[in-house]
């Protein structure tokens, strides 16, 4: 199933390493990260697990509950989690969804057959507290993601929810942001008195509200 930007995301129930869940109702009034590892006891999976588990204090301050995924059965997980302690330095202290039976993977369309029909690419779904949607990205296994630009671009889809900006390329939290098209010099006059610098009359830069 294609999942697109904005839509509701499918909802699930599924095991996990902390017990059985219902996707939707476990990420209650949260933002959510939904990520698919291809497989369990593999070397850049197991790097990745260990990031995360890090972070895991940064998707908190972002109220971002984060789940992982793989193809793998429960008791698989809790074994490789004692690898990825050992040699990581972090055990996951997030739930893992055992999928043996590729019920969410097929769901999330994470199974992607001209890359492998065994193991699930490394799809990652932001998911708003509307539960729609917000992101998402998609890597080959041999390439492990970039979890801090994960937490980046969480904090700008964060940000442009609740202040109607836009925020430019490579921004990061502190950044000065952009005045989105849509408003107006009238009203921008209203929502940033304090000015903002015209480069060009659709590129209106301006400090970070909020901050
Ligand atoms: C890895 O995590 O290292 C990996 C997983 C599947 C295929 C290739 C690499």
Known sequence: MTIRLGDVVPDFEAETTEGPIKFHEWLGDSWGVLFSHP????????????????????????????????????AAHDVWAADIAETQGYAPNFPL???PDRKVADLYDMIHPNASDTMTVR???????????KLSLT???????????????IDS???????????PANWKDGDDVIITPAVSDEAAK???????KTLKPYLRIVAQPGK
């Open 39 to 74: 497989r369990n006891f593999t070397p850049v999976c197991t790097t990745e697990l260990g990031q995360v588990a890090r972070l895991k204090p940064e998707f908190d301050r972002r109220n971002v509950k984060v789940i992982g995924l793989s193809v793998d059965p429960l």
């Open 97 to 99: 969804i055992a999928d």
């Open 123 to 133: 799809s990652v779904f932001v998911v708003g507290p509307d539960k729609k949607l």
């Open 139 to 153: 890597y080959p296994a041999s390439a492990g993601r970039n979890f801090d630009e994960i937490l980046r671009v």
């Open 157 to 167: 889809l964060q940000l442009t929810a609740t202040y109607g900006v836009a925020t």
């Open 190 to 196: 209203e929502k940033f008195p304090q000015g903002w």
